[in-house]
């Protein structure tokens, strides 16, 4: 009934909704209406009551709920199922068991704090409550082993889409998916996958973002779009515009292939034709960074004059 009364109001901004409006369309009596609004209240919405008017919703709570994540998204894939924790040790963990459960493609888990966020080589990626976007997205992409640098470049176009559409702000790919704003980190892209032989059964994108997230709470070289913008972002709607890009994105890559994601990869990627320092397993290469290969590999032209193909390894930026 709740989310039947939020539906109600949200379908009416701006306006007042009657009580006797909504407890026809609910089949309920106006006390248990107004009950109902009472416990909207407590969850953090912030709803005005007006004699003879009616209620209209003024604000939803700053919360990655599923039922607001769901609110008016139009998605093919993406977020057809979405799960949201309070907290979670990590969202990875929770998807990679659905996933292995058979969770179809296109299911997301949201949490609003991790205890062990993980990012890329063992690393922690710093999950203050409340601040941030924490998600995992389950895939099950038709891609033989060797492909799959495929998906994170496909990724980190879909975030960067998702940042500059909601708040005007222009990130940075660093390859292979890191998103940068200043030369200081806002985002990262976490790939694991499930496969045999060399086919993928499934991919799981993790995604973490630093949105609200206050300097004392910010690792060393990260930003976040509250330091940027010198005022707070709207997460719900980043969010929106995440699982929204994220849609876009994967469904055109899986029917015209590499061509479009890398274009648009190309274009948020502004490290390309500056001199690189690649760290590949114990190996160092210093270099220019070309471009990147429809494997989504870096092209680097190292210092001896030959340009070498690199499908995973560590970028650093030599200023």
């Known amino acids: 009934m709740e989310e039947a009364i939020l539906n109600a109001l949200k379908n009416r901004?701006?306006?007042?909704?009657?009580?006797?409006?909504?407890?026809?369309?609910?089949?309920?009596?106006?006390?248990?209406?107004?009950?109902?609004?009472?416990k909207l209240r407590a969850e953090g919405y912030k709803i005005l009551?007006?004699?003879?008017?009616?209620?209209?919703?003024?604000?939803?709570?700053?919360?990655?709920?599923?039922?607001?994540?769901?609110?008016?998204?139009?998605?093919?894939?993406?977020?057809?199922?979405?799960?949201?924790?309070?907290?979670?040790?990590?969202?990875?963990?929770?998807?990679?068991?659905?996933?292995?459960?058979?969770?179809?493609?296109?299911?997301?888990?949201?949490?609003?704090?991790?205890?062990?966020g993980r990012g890329r080589m063992g690393r922690t990626w710093i999950s203050p409550k409340g601040k941030g976007i924490y998600c995992s997205v389950i895939l099950r992409p038709p891609l033989q082993?060797?492909?799959?640098?495929?998906?994170?470049?496909?990724?980190?176009?879909?975030?960067?889409?998702?940042?500059?559409?909601?708040?005007?702000?222009?990130?940075e790919i660093k390859w292979p998916n890191d998103l940068l704003i200043g030369g200081k980190k806002l985002s990262g892209i976490l790939t694991e996958l499930n496969a045999e032989l060399n086919r993928v059964n499934y991919v799981v994108l993790g995604i973490g973002m630093n949105v609200n997230t206050p300097a004392d709470k910010l690792p060393a070289h990260g930003t976040s779009l509250l330091q940027e913008l010198g005022e707070k972002v709207d997460r719900l709607?980043?969010?929106?515009?995440?699982?929204?890009?994220?849609?876009?994105?994967?469904?055109?890559?899986?029917?015209?292939?590499?061509?479009?994601?890398?274009?648009?990869?190309r274009r948020f990627a502004g490290f390309l034709g500056q001199r690189v320092r690649v760290v590949v397993e114990g190996r160092v290469l210093d270099g220019q960074a070309l471009d990147v290969d429809p494997s989504g590999a870096l092209l680097?032209?190292?210092?001896?004059?030959?340009?070498?193909?690199?499908?995973?390894?560590e970028v650093l930026l030599v200023r």
């Open 145 to 171: 082993l060797t492909e799959i640098s495929k998906i994170t470049l496909m990724a980190a176009v879909a975030v960067a889409r998702a940042v500059e559409a909601a708040t005007g702000l222009k990130p």
């Open 300 to 313: 680097v032209r190292t210092d001896t004059g030959l340009v070498e193909s690199v499908s995973a390894g």
């Open 13 to 38: 901004p701006g306006e007042f909704v009657s009580g006797e409006e909504l407890s026809r369309m609910a089949g309920v009596s106006r006390t248990t209406i107004w009950k109902e609004i009472e």
């Open 49 to 116: 009551a007006q004699p003879h008017s009616g209620y209209h919703l003024v604000a939803v709570p700053d919360r990655l709920t599923a039922q607001e994540l769901s609110w008016n998204l139009r998605t093919e894939k993406i977020g057809r199922r979405i799960y949201a924790y309070d907290t979670t040790d990590s969202t990875m963990d929770v998807a990679q068991r659905l996933a292995a459960a058979g969770e179809p493609e296109g299911s997301v888990v949201f949490a609003e704090g991790q205890g062990r």
């Open 237 to 265: 709607e980043l969010a929106r515009q995440l699982l929204g890009q994220m849609d876009k994105t994967y469904i055109q890559f899986l029917r015209e292939g590499m061509p479009p994601v890398l274009e648009a990869w």
